[in-house]
């Protein structure tokens, strides 16, 4: 897995490549972790590159999005899924057409609309 981060008004981007498997979760989490610990609470995961996530990289979405909405308006966006992962979600039982359990936009661009929307919320 690499990563490129940029920042922007109301939210930061990571552009996340390649598949993460469990070799890789120790730097998906450092990489959170990091945005936790400086006080970036909308994080958005361009997530196009990726085909593919273990259970432990799953573990840990679902673990750091949960630790991003404790705080104010603060969430961790899921952007352009590929159909794989997309695929991966919903046989995990973690998207349906009913619910989500993370908040999926179908392009980065709509995901950075809606954070800069929920912090001026």
Do not use: C
Not at 59 to 86: C, H, M
Request: no cysteine; aromatic share 8%; glycine share 10%.
């Amino acid at each position: 897995m690499e990563q490129t981060i940029q920042g922007g008004v109301g939210w930061d981007l990571a552009r996340l490549t390649g598949d993460i498997t469990s070799a890789d979760t120790g730097a998906l989490e450092q990489m959170l972790q990091r945005f936790l610990a400086v006080g970036r609470y909308r994080v958005i995961l361009d997530l196009s590159g990726v085909t593919y996530i273990g259970s432990a990289g799953l573990s840990i979405l679902i673990r750091y999005t949960a630790l991003f909405r404790n705080w104010e308006r603060g969430d961790l966006y899921l952007a352009a899924l590929s159909p794989p992962l997309k695929n991966l979600l919903q046989v995990a039982g973690l998207l349906s057409e009913e619910r989500s359990h993370f908040s999926i936009f179908p392009t980065v661009n709509a995901a950075q609309e809606s954070a800069q929307k929920r912090l001026s919320q």
